[in-house]
């Protein structure tokens, strides 16, 4: 079946620091791929998302491309902020099926 | 602007009590809308799919009678908690789509006394 594995949190890092949060998958056919990030005590708010091979997904100084060969979609941002402290879910979703989650990245950035 | 409202965003009640949980898609007809479940630390555990005006599909191990599903129009959908129990405490999310991205309201903390 379709499921998304991601590295294991919390991750801390100082401000300003490089982000990257690991994403593999394992899917049938071509799903499209999404980082979702949940503040505290909120909702998900969709962050990013590629639906093909090479694409490049970017908001807010993150980014992840859509790596087939390696089945991938690793989050990155050059420059953290204590702001980006939340939790970060690796999702991906086939045609009408519901999106299938990661058990999720923990991220804190201290001052 | 938030595309879904969920409300209420907060709920404490007594144990056996009945809990209601509306999810509204605010600009747009959502066809299919998900419940989701959520523990703490913890990723989200998908409950059921509702499709407007037909019956929710719930997962595995979910029970139908204890969480009540109703997709009555393109806008609203409700989650039913009945005789809640202290162990049905959980953060509750909906999500709506319309064939693009799924949208997620801001979710709904249960705690049952």
């Known amino acids: 079946g379709n499921s998304v594995t991601q590295m294991e949190g919390p991750v801390t890092l100082s401000e300003e620091a490089f982000l990257t949060i690991n994403c593999t998958y394992t899917?049938?056919?071509?799903?499209?791929l999404f980082w979702y990030v949940q503040y505290p005590g909120e909702g998900l708010q969709l962050l990013l998302k590629?639906?093909?091979?090479?694409d490049k997904g970017s908001n807010k100084g993150f980014e992840a491309t859509y790596r087939k060969e390696t089945t991938s979609f690793h989050l990155e941002k050059g420059s953290v902020q204590v702001s980006d402290s939340a939790v970060y879910f690796c999702?991906?979703?086939?045609?009408?099926?519901?999106?299938?989650f990661g058990k999720g990245t923990r991220l804190s950035v201290i001052a | 602007g938030a595309v879904v409202s969920q409300h209420p965003s907060w709920v404490i009640c007594k144990s056996g009590t009945s809990v209601k949980i509306e999810c509204r898609s605010l600009?747009?007809?959502?066809?299919?809308m998900f419940w989701y479940r959520q523990f703490p630390k913890q990723s989200l555990m998908l409950m059921a799919t509702?499709?407007?005006?037909?019956?929710?599909?719930?997962e595995q191990g979910v029970e139908k009678d204890k969480f009540l599903i109703n997709h009555a129009s393109l806008t609203l959908s409700t989650l039913t908690v009945t005789s809640a129990h202290p162990e049905d405490s959980s953060f509750y999310i909906c999500?709506?789509?319309?064939?693009?991205?799924?949208?997620f309201g801001d979710g709904t903390r249960l705690s049952i006394l």
């Open positions: 999500s709506a789509e319309t064939g693009g991205p799924q949208h």
């Open positions: 590629a639906t093909k091979a090479d």
């Open positions: 509702s499709n407007e005006g037909s019956k929710a599909t719930y």
């Open positions: 999702a991906l979703k086939r045609g009408n099926t519901p999106l299938v």
């Open positions: 600009d747009f007809q959502a066809t299919t």
């Open positions: 899917a049938t056919g071509y799903p499209s």
